[in-house]
């Protein structure tokens, strides 16, 4: 079954780091777009970061200047490095791939960041 596994969410004290990896298995294909989205409780999932298989990378604007979003197109792999944290970081982060009609998500991990 094909699948994304993401991995290094945990708990930070606002101003910390996390790095947030996702890795695609059982994938014959290199993936047109990976990103990362999140979604806090009570609110819609929205999208963080996303990388073309051609390094073009787009950014919300609350995240600019603070996360780096980079993959590994050869091994379908996407990292979400996440400097300066703040408590309005708090969500699950989904990774995400896609190419053509495929559209894949991981399962999710939690990240927190407390004041």
């Known amino acids: 079954q094909v699948q994304l596994v993401e991995s290094g969410g945990g708990s930070v004290q606002a101003g910390g780091s996390l790095r947030l990896s996702c890795a695609a298995s059982?994938?014959?294909?290199?993936?047109?777009?990976m990103g990362w989205y999140r979604q806090a409780p009570g609110k819609q999932r929205e999208l963080v970061a996303t990388?073309?298989?051609?390094?073009?990378?787009n950014y919300a604007d609350s995240v600019k200047g603070r996360f780096t979003i980079s993959r590994d197109g050869a091994k379908n792999t996407v990292y979400l490095q996440m400097n300066s944290l703040i408590p309005e970081d708090t969500a699950v982060y989904y990774c995400?791939?896609?190419?053509?009609?495929?559209?894949?998500w991981g399962q999710g991990t939690q990240v927190t960041v407390s004041s």
């Open positions: 059982r994938i014959t294909f290199t993936m047109s777009v």
């Open positions: 995400n791939g896609q190419r053509g009609t495929n559209d894949l």
């Open positions: 990388i073309t298989s051609g390094g073009r990378i």
